[in-house]
């Protein structure tokens, strides 16, 4: 049971560039999430999809794009990379929206130069 | 505004040495507190959701409780390998896009 599986695990961009973080989960839930997580804060929301073909804007959600074609599918476009970029980005699912933990893939570490 | 403060930062505790972590929350309406345990390069791993003041929950050595500000991880003889970062965070009706705040951590560490 892979649950949800990020890639790629490490990646270093130069200012300007593009591109996609993957997230897949097998688990067949609705609800998508994606975070970045920076020292001294908490997790910070950047987009989430309560199903597929449905995604709407969280916390953070500037320099980045989302979309949900399916199920199990959601990944993280970077459009134009900046500094401010660099973090540990973090896909995660549930069941739900509401009331139900979210299972966290193993993050993806962004460097932008 | 939604706010999760959780404490110490940080606790360097000796084997065997029980504790206990904080998590104390101002929100209008809590819908669920969820607790988490994040390994050094990993993705947060679910632990407990507590729903109602005076709910418990139990884990090997892992207790969490709530009241209506607060919720604590006890941890009862702790081993090196529950050596980790612990979240929580709430879930409320006004928190966030998806309802969610989470604290920064404690981060924990059980020495041999």
């Known amino acids: 049971n892979a649950g949800v599986t990020q890639t790629p695990k490490f990646q270093v961009l130069k200012t300007g560039q593009s591109m996609t973080l993957q997230c897949a989960q097998d688990?067949?839930?609705?609800?998508m999430s994606w975070y970045r997580q920076d020292p001294g804060m908490g997790l910070r929301l950047i987009h989430y999809?309560?199903?597929?073909?449905?995604?709407d804007q969280g916390e953070v959600p500037n320099g980045y794009n989302v979309s949900r074609s399916t199920t199990e599918d959601f990944p993280l476009r970077l459009l134009s990379a900046a500094p401010s970029q660099t973090s540990v980005y973090f896909c995660?699912?549930?069941?739900?929206?509401?009331?139900?933990?979210?299972?966290f893939g193993n993050g993806t570490r962004l460097t932008v130069t | 505004e939604d706010q999760v403060t959780q404490s110490p930062e940080a606790l360097r505790l000796q084997e065997g040495e029980s504790s206990s972590l904080n998590c104390s929350y101002t929100v209008s309406g809590l819908r669920g507190l969820f607790w988490y345990r994040q390994d050094p390069g990993k993705g947060p791993e679910f632990l407990f959701t507590?729903?109602?003041a005076g709910e418990e929950k139990e884990k090997e050595r892992l207790k969490a409780t709530l009241t209506k500000k607060e919720s604590f991880l006890h941890i009862t003889a702790p081993k090196p390998e529950d050596s980790a970062t612990y979240l929580c965070?709430?879930?409320?009706?006004?928190?966030?896009?998806?309802?969610?705040?989470f604290g920064k951590g404690t981060h924990l560490i059980i020495q041999p």
């Open positions: 688990m067949n839930h609705e609800y």
């Open positions: 995660a699912s549930s069941y739900s929206r509401s009331g139900s933990p979210l299972h």
């Open positions: 999809s309560v199903g597929a073909g449905i995604t």
């Open positions: 507590l729903y109602s």
């Open positions: 965070a709430v879930q409320t009706p006004g928190g966030g896009a998806d309802g969610l705040t």
